[in-house]
């Protein structure tokens, strides 16, 4: 634990370069490599065949203090949740479809992102928390490189399903405090039956691996709040599709058995998924056991203290 530190974008605003990366990441929305989807679409003249349907400006489905996320993330005063419409994956199990797939919410300016910003950061959240983020990097850049203007001073942190490009995570490095990244799949043929996504697995834990590289295991504060470095979730799916064992050994041999782990268990066959046999129940508790108990045999121990105590009392 530390007693404080500094968001990570501070510096960099200071020498200007939050600026610059929020003009270099506008740039490449012509010709889009903001997610791992790779789209090469002009999302600066037209949504048409962008995955995102995300244009210029980013929409914002909601904002506010939640309560429902890992300790570290939430403390005592919540976390600073916005949550961005549309997503880059395609999950057929999606809990939140209306936002993700039907795009609910307000297209904002980036004044008006860093307004959310900072309106959260008042009603005294402990960091501003990016859901769905992959799609508008460069929209949550130039907001904010607005918002550190006007007094913001909390963690960013980057809630996101794991589908991020090498070229947007360069374009975060040294901005994103906290990275909170799915890993959803160990198998590339499963992400693409249930998340409609291509080569999942090795563009995932590249990223996961970069993530970690720029910000190092999870950090916490005096108050066992984080400040800095990787959180990552794995959500336990029916019939071994979600590869647990196989994602735990990834993490254990080339990530850290350090990294603070969030196993899921709350899956529940919800939008499309009921349509899927192999989706259509929760996991059984012996699966659940079998997640921790392989992360208790690979040595990955700072898991959340939320979930799992249960399933091995």
């Not at 950090?219 to 984080?226: E, F, K, M, N, R």
């Amino acid at each position: 634990m530390i007693e404080d530190r500094s968001p990570r974008y501070l510096s960099l605003h200071a020498a200007g370069g939050l600026v610059e990366r929020a003009r270099a990441a506008v740039a490449r929305m012509s010709n889009c490599d903001l997610c791992a989807r790779y789209c090469r679409v002009d999302r600066l003249a037209s949504v048409a065949g962008a995955a995102c349907r995300t244009g210029r400006r980013a929409v914002v489905a909601s904002a506010g203090a939640h309560f429902g996320e890992e300790r570290p993330i939430t403390g005592s005063r919540g976390s600073g949740t916005v949550f961005f419409a549309w997503c880059n994956l395609r999950c057929i199990y999606c809990q939140n479809w209306e936002i993700s797939w039907q795009g609910e919410g307000r297209e904002v300016s980036a004044e008006e992102l860093a307004d959310i910003m900072l309106s959260l950061q008042r009603q005294g959240c402990h960091n501003v928390n990016l859901v769905s983020p992959s799609h508008v990097v460069a929209q949550i850049l130039e907001a904010l490189a607005i918002a550190a203007d006007r007094g913001l001073r909390i963690p960013l942190v980057y809630n996101t399903g794991g589908f991020d490009s090498p070229e947007a995570l360069a374009l975060l490095d040294g901005v994103i405090d906290i990275y909170m990244p799915d890993i959803k799949y160990a198998d590339p043929d499963v992400a693409r039956k249930h998340s409609k996504v291509h080569d999942y697995v090795r563009l995932n834990r590249a990223a996961v691996v970069e993530m970690h590289r720029q910000v190092g295991d999870l950090v916490l504060d005096s108050q066992g709040i984080a400040v800095q470095g990787l959180l990552v979730r794995h959500l336990v799916l029916p019939n071994g599709l979600a590869g647990t064992t196989e994602t735990l050994q990834f993490l254990a041999e080339h990530v850290s058995r350090e990294t603070y782990l969030n196993i899921m268990d709350q899956y529940r066959p919800g939008y499309r998924a009921a349509a899927h046999a192999e989706l259509a129940r929760r996991p059984t508790r012996a699966e659940l056991t079998a997640a921790f108990e392989a992360a208790d045999r690979l040595g990955l121990r700072r898991l959340d203290d939320r979930t799992g105590s249960w399933l091995l009392a």
